[in-house]
């Protein structure tokens, strides 16, 4: 299903037929109540104490894609910092979770987060992107390999430059990585709305997860599809990476292109209702 | 396990020679081919690197950490007695700890004392994936390797141009119908030979190896035999024979002849090997003690050596090794100028010299 009905916050749920279908819960329907759906339920877990029994049963529809947790279940706290504090420097409320912490049942931490200082949210989530089949060894190998070959490429031509030119450029691989991904980030996107009988494409503001991940999938389609057959992916990605850093290459022009489309069809704006 | 050798145009600042004798630690990476006062600017010199990337194009240099395998390694050889049979060193350890790297800094301290060196890269690139074996002409039993021989006959010619004029061959040798090397001809002929006849070229090996283990002796040069994987030369190979028959190591003319080099038949030299399970053929990951490695034939063609073992960056090595690579600015993030992220490197390498640096070439 498209991403719109997650922007409804709708449930997916299944027929007896088994085929998927959205139920439309209504537009006013407040954005709280999808706590059962297994993504959003995490920041929501609070409010949606007792809620899980309060969603309509629709007649012949079963819950997909939903946490084996209950709603009493709490996140868990990865941070080092947070358990390093001595207790004399905690406040009231910092004293009072920690020791509610101990009586909380609380979800299990996924595999691949960490404590390391390392670890980065936005690469991770790359790195998952880019995984096939479950071989997160291999993805997570690629990844390193990319952002190596950026840095050795970032060196090269520090090297070469002038002392003037060396000030400008930029050899850390994470903030490259960082930028190259903002400059992807479209504004504004388009969606298909049906109206009298015919799909509309109206340009929509997009949110923020919306756009990082357009950023990050089109880039990842952009490598894997247009290069030649024995180029590799971390060359491959390193150099659109580095294009993507100085707002040139093929994934900004995407970006462009779609905004240039949201501009050009600006009449359909109002079909959006929300 | 040596990945390649480079030419290295001399560019890069001196080098104090104090610095290598001093236990100082400095810096990590691959062979150093810094000019001294003695050698001429702009003498191109064979560099072996292991690691992916080229340092000399990222860093503008390449440094050698100074450690004490490689500095005990450099005392035997300064207080060698010529007129022994040549000792054989063997620097064995586990994987990525830093034995071919010490091996390269043996090979620079002998190149700067003006020995004549014999330095085979990786032997295990001889037993695997060639293309193409001919029937020796000069022994029919054995395989001739034209590709590996001539690439080592060139690297060969640019580490040792100098003596390749001074040292004469002392017997003729016939190559073929129209071409042969007469006796007292200089020894850069015969190499000559080898690499413009590419057929010849594995014989052109076998005659420079015997004529430099029979002049050795003679007290004209002192000759270093490097040899990086020798636990190649006494596996098993993967190469066959035209009706799939597998081939020992034994009937490849090249491995034949390395074999009588190691021998400690000779003086006036010295012979530093290096155990590699890296490129190895059917040998465990695990395996790094030299009696695993070499096997029974091995060891007792081996025996009597000198083991040196190489381990792991001591606390101050490691130390030393990341305050390098923060003062070249490869260790990018953040948060690795930091001693937690230090720690962490630290706990995530376990002080391995060759994990270490896998790791900090994405950080």
């Given at each position: 299903?498209?991403?719109?009905?997650?922007?409804?916050?709708?449930?997916?749920?299944?027929?007896?037929?088994?085929?998927?279908?959205?139920?439309?819960?209504?537009?006013?329907?407040?954005?709280?109540?999808?706590?059962?759906?297994?993504?959003?339920?995490?920041?929501?877990?609070?409010?949606?104490?007792?809620?899980?029994?309060?969603?309509?049963?629709?007649?012949?529809?079963?819950?997909?894609?939903?946490?084996?947790?209950?709603?009493?279940?709490?996140?868990?706290?990865?941070?080092?910092?947070?358990?390093?504090?001595?207790?004399?420097?905690?406040?009231?409320?910092?004293?009072?979770?920690?020791?509610?912490?101990?009586?909380?049942?609380?979800?299990?931490?996924?595999?691949?987060?960490?404590?390391?200082?390392?670890?980065?949210?936005?690469?991770?989530?790359?790195?998952?992107?880019?995984?096939?089949?479950?071989?997160?060894?291999?993805?997570?190998?690629?990844?390193?390999?990319?952002?190596?070959?950026?840095?050795?490429?970032?060196?090269?031509?520090?090297?070469?430059?002038?002392?003037?030119?060396?000030?400008?450029?930029?050899?850390?691989?994470?903030?490259?990585?960082?930028?190259?991904?903002?400059?992807?980030?479209?504004?504004?996107?388009?969606?298909?709305?049906?109206?009298?009988?015919?799909?509309?494409?109206?340009?929509?503001?997009?949110?923020?997860?919306?756009?990082?991940?357009?950023?990050?999938?089109?880039?990842?389609?952009?490598?894997?599809?247009?290069?030649?057959?024995?180029?590799?992916?971390?060359?491959?990605?390193?150099?659109?990476?580095?294009?993507?850093?100085?707002?040139?290459?093929?994934?900004?022009?995407?970006?462009?292109?779609?905004?240039?489309?949201?501009?050009?069809?600006?009449?359909?704006?109002?079909?959006?209702?929300? | 396990?040596?990945?390649?050798?480079?030419?290295?145009?001399?560019?890069?600042?001196?080098?104090?020679?104090?610095?290598?004798?001093?236990?100082?630690?400095?810096?990590?990476?691959?062979?150093?081919?810094?000019?001294?006062?003695?050698?001429?600017?702009?003498?191109?010199?064979a560099?072996?690197?292991?690691?992916?990337?080229?340092?000399?194009?990222?860093?503008?240099?390449?440094?050698?950490?100074?450690?004490?395998?490689?500095?005990?390694?450099?005392?035997?050889?300064?207080?060698?007695?010529?007129?022994?049979?040549a000792?054989?060193?063997?620097?064995?350890?586990?994987?990525?700890?830093?034995?071919?790297?010490?091996?390269?800094?043996?090979i620079?301290?002998c190149a700067?004392?003006?020995w004549l060196i014999l330095h085979i890269p990786?032997a295990?690139?001889?037993?695997?994936?060639?293309?193409?074996?001919?029937?020796?002409?000069?022994?029919?039993?054995?395989?001739?390797?034209?590709?590996?021989?001539?690439?080592w006959l060139?690297n060969f010619k640019?580490a040792n141009?100098?003596f390749?004029?001074?040292i004469?061959?002392?017997?003729?040798?016939?190559?073929?119908?129209?071409?042969?090397?007469?006796?007292?001809?200089?020894l850069?002929?015969?190499?000559?030979?080898?690499?413009?006849?590419?057929?010849?070229?594995?014989?052109?090996v076998?005659?420079v190896l015997k004529e430099l283990k029979?002049q050795s002796?003679?007290?004209?040069f002192r000759l270093l035999v490097a040899v990086d994987?020798?636990?190649?030369?006494?596996?098993?190979?993967?190469?066959?024979?035209?009706?799939?028959?597998?081939?020992?190591?034994?009937?490849?003319?090249?491995?034949?002849s390395v074999?009588k080099m190691v021998?400690?038949?000779w003086?006036g030299g010295a012979i530093v090997l290096?155990?590699?399970?890296?490129?190895?053929?059917?040998?465990?990951?695990?395996?790094?003690?030299?009696?695993?490695?070499?096997?029974?034939?091995?060891?007792?063609?081996?025996?009597?050596?000198?083991?040196?073992?190489?381990?792991?960056?001591?606390?101050?090595?490691?130390?030393?090794?990341?305050?390098?690579?923060?003062?070249?600015?490869?260790?990018?993030?953040?948060?690795?100028?930091?001693?937690?992220?230090?720690?962490?490197?630290?706990?995530?390498?376990?002080?391995?010299?060759?994990?270490?640096?896998?790791?900090?070439?994405?950080?």
């Amino acid at each position: 299903m498209t991403h719109r009905f997650r922007t409804l916050r709708s449930l997916f749920l299944i027929s007896r037929s088994g085929t998927p279908r959205a139920a439309f819960l209504g537009s006013s329907w407040p954005a709280k109540m999808a706590a059962p759906v297994g993504k959003a339920a995490r920041g929501w877990s609070v409010l949606a104490l007792g809620l899980r029994s309060v969603v309509p049963r629709l007649p012949g529809l079963t819950q997909v894609r939903w946490s084996r947790y209950g709603p009493e279940y709490k996140d868990p706290q990865i941070d080092k910092e947070y358990y390093r504090k001595p207790l004399a420097e905690l406040t009231e409320e910092e004293k009072y979770e920690q020791e509610l912490r101990k009586i909380q049942l609380i979800k299990a931490a996924p595999a691949a987060k960490t404590s390391s200082v390392f670890e980065d949210p936005v690469i991770s989530k790359f790195t998952n992107m880019m995984m096939k089949g479950g071989n997160k060894v291999l993805a997570r190998s690629l990844m390193t390999q990319t952002l190596e070959a950026v840095k050795r490429k970032q060196f090269e031509k520090y090297h070469a430059a002038s002392a003037q030119e060396q000030a400008t450029i930029e050899r850390n691989p994470y903030t490259i990585f960082h930028q190259a991904l903002k400059n992807c980030e479209p504004v504004i996107g388009l969606v298909p709305i049906l109206r009298g009988g015919h799909f509309y494409q109206v340009p929509v503001p997009l949110p923020d997860r919306r756009r990082r991940f357009l950023a990050m999938k089109w880039m990842i389609t952009e490598c894997r599809e247009k290069k030649h057959r024995r180029m590799l992916m971390p060359e491959k990605l390193s150099h659109e990476l580095l294009e993507a850093f100085h707002n040139q290459g093929p994934v900004v022009k995407k970006k462009q292109d779609m905004h240039k489309m949201a501009e050009a069809n600006r009449a359909l704006a109002h079909y959006r209702w929300w | 396990m040596l990945k390649r050798m480079t030419r290295l145009v001399s560019g890069a600042r001196q080098l104090d020679p104090g610095r290598l004798l001093h236990g100082g630690p400095q810096a990590p990476q691959s062979l150093a081919a810094h000019p001294d006062n003695q050698v001429p600017d702009g003498s191109p010199r064979a560099v072996s690197c292991t690691s992916e990337g080229d340092p000399v194009r990222t860093f503008n240099e390449a440094c050698l950490m100074v450690r004490r395998p490689a500095l005990e390694l450099l005392r035997y050889l300064k207080n060698t007695n010529f007129a022994h049979p040549a000792v054989r060193y063997v620097l064995y350890g586990e994987k990525g700890t830093g034995k071919t790297l010490s091996l390269c800094h043996v090979i620079h301290f002998c190149a700067k004392q003006d020995w004549l060196i014999l330095h085979i890269p990786d032997a295990h690139l001889w037993v695997k994936n060639c293309r193409d074996l001919l029937q020796s002409t000069y022994n029919k039993q054995r395989f001739d390797q034209p590709v590996e021989a001539s690439s080592w006959l060139k690297n060969f010619k640019t580490a040792n141009e100098r003596f390749l004029s001074q040292i004469k061959v002392q017997e003729k040798y016939v190559w073929n119908k129209r071409e042969s090397t007469e006796k007292g001809r200089p020894l850069g002929e015969v190499v000559e030979q080898g690499l413009t006849r590419v057929r010849n070229a594995t014989d052109a090996v076998g005659i420079v190896l015997k004529e430099l283990k029979s002049q050795s002796r003679l007290g004209a040069f002192r000759l270093l035999v490097a040899v990086d994987g020798v636990n190649a030369l006494w596996g098993r190979t993967t190469l066959k024979r035209e009706d799939k028959s597998p081939v020992a190591p034994e009937e490849l003319a090249l491995v034949h002849s390395v074999r009588k080099m190691v021998r400690n038949d000779w003086h006036g030299g010295a012979i530093v090997l290096t155990l590699s399970q890296t490129g190895s053929l059917f040998k465990p990951r695990k395996a790094y003690l030299p009696q695993e490695l070499l096997g029974k034939e091995g060891f007792d063609a081996l025996d009597p050596f000198i083991p040196i073992l190489v381990s792991n960056y001591s606390p101050k090595e490691f130390e030393s090794c990341i305050q390098y690579y923060l003062e070249n600015s490869w260790l990018q993030h953040e948060k690795a100028h930091t001693e937690e992220g230090k720690k962490e490197l630290l706990f995530l390498s376990n002080a391995n010299p060759g994990q270490l640096e896998r790791l900090c070439a994405y950080l």
